[in-house]
């Protein structure tokens, strides 16, 4: 081990001399994935819940706001304790509390009560964003990008493949088992968690209201930090509109699927998780800013390809996967990149970037519904071009402004 000592705190933060584990990464990945979820399995079920409420289905879809919400509260508010309160102590107390949430979700006797738990469920569901950063901390220099990438792995494959889980198990046995399973599964994961996570000491003995106030210090000091941010957010915009809007056209005259059908086809991206090691490998090569280039390139792409798909299932599922490692690409290089500007601020630097980024998703989401029920599917691809497009010609700044900043 070696140590050095940050000027923030005057403490000494470990350096690791390896790599963790292979097992306790495949644990944080498939933890990362396991959480996440949460902000998703309500997808497919607004149609049973606005049946079994009788509130109509804008009220219902409020429910996914109501999770979307309390996971931005999350990152701003509870994600940066990772950075002032022991990492192992931190992440239990958050699943015990998600787990609670999802029992009052799935044993919910009215809507109010079921979104006032899914509220609170996707705020401690931010349990992911802790444990990346805690990845990283475990890695040595060499190898922080190839374990971050394997750890982001499953929090892409967790947001692709709760659609699909809910579907399956809402149509065996109901929405109530949707939440109840998962209730089950964040009590056995806090468990797993608690017994499996290397002590970690905080990086920081600063108040709760300094910390947040650090936060934005950390972006008028760190102009990389607001950069890759702003990169994430047009690429996130992008997946998020194509995957909101993706199932007007699946259900749809071209393809007539059954929710279940859309449910399979989100199978499909999954596959894009695969790159995320690779995306750790260039990091670690010292490729970020050409690799960042070509995945931005690559998502532009993959919406020309979604508009030309729009009757072909081929195309729609290259376009998918090819959107998806993309999107991935870009998140591992961003990481990579804001977690070597203070090793004692990493979980609140994590806050920053994937609050800026799920932003970019909201906006993406909802403007893609606009755009579909206005201009149709081709609209939606144009979006999800554009907000590449323009993300690539800030990224062609980028070079002017590290000149100016030297």
């Known amino acids: 081990m070696t140590a050095s000592v940050q000027p923030q705190t005057g403490r000494q933060i470990a350096s690791p001399a390896a790599a963790p584990s292979g097992w306790l990464v495949a644990l944080l990945a498939v933890a990362t994935g396991m959480t996440v979820a949460n902000l998703y399995y309500a997808q497919p079920l607004l149609s049973a819940l606005s049946a079994y409420f009788t509130i109509g289905t804008a009220a219902a879809g409020g429910l996914i706001t109501a999770t979307q919400i309390g996971y931005v509260a999350g990152m701003l508010f509870l994600v940066p304790l990772g950075d002032r309160v022991e990492k192992r102590r931190l992440v239990t107390i958050l699943l015990s509390v998600t787990t609670l949430a999802l029992l009052v979700a799935g044993t919910a006797t009215s809507f109010p009560i079921l979104l006032a738990a899914s509220l609170i469920a996707g705020g401690t569901s931010v349990v992911a964003q802790i444990l990346v950063p805690f990845a990283a901390s475990l890695a040595p220099d060499h190898a922080r990008g190839r374990v971050v990438g394997r750890v982001m792995s499953g929090l892409l494959t967790g947001i692709l493949l709760s659609r699909t889980l809910s579907s399956l198990v809402s149509q065996a046995a109901g929405w109530r088992v949707v939440f109840l399973g998962s209730a089950v599964l964040m009590a056995v994961l806090a468990l797993a968690l608690r017994s499996a996570l290397p002590r970690h000491a905080p990086s920081t003995n600063a108040s709760y209201a300094r910390l947040l106030h650090s936060m ?188 100016r900043t030297a």
């Open 216 to 403: 934005v210090l950390l972006v008028r000091t760190h102009p990389a930090l607001v950069r890759r941010g702003l990169y994430q957010a047009a690429m996130f915009g992008a997946f998020s509109a194509f995957w909101t809007t993706v199932s007007f056209v699946l259900t749809g005259p071209g393809f007539h699927y059954s929710g279940f059908g859309v449910g399979m086809f989100a199978l499909v991206g999954a596959a894009g998780a695969a790159v995320a090691p690779f995306a750790g490998h260039w990091a670690d090569r010292g490729l970020v800013r050409p690799m960042t280039a070509a995945a931005i390139a690559a998502a532009a792409l993959a919406s020309g390809l979604a508009g030309l798909g729009r009757h072909n299932i081929l195309l729609l599922a290259v376009a998918a996967v090819l959107l998806d490692m993309a999107v991935q690409t870009t998140l591992i290089l961003g990481q990579h990149t804001i977690y070597r500007l203070d090793a004692g601020a990493r979980a609140r630097l994590n806050s920053v970037y994937i609050a800026t980024f799920f932003a970019g998703g909201a906006f993406g989401s909802q403007a893609g519904s606009i755009i579909y029920h206005a201009y149709g599917w081709t609209g939606v691809t144009v979006l999800g071009a554009a907000l590449p497009v323009l993300a690539l010609l800030y990224w062609a700044t980028e070079g002017r402004a590290s000149a």
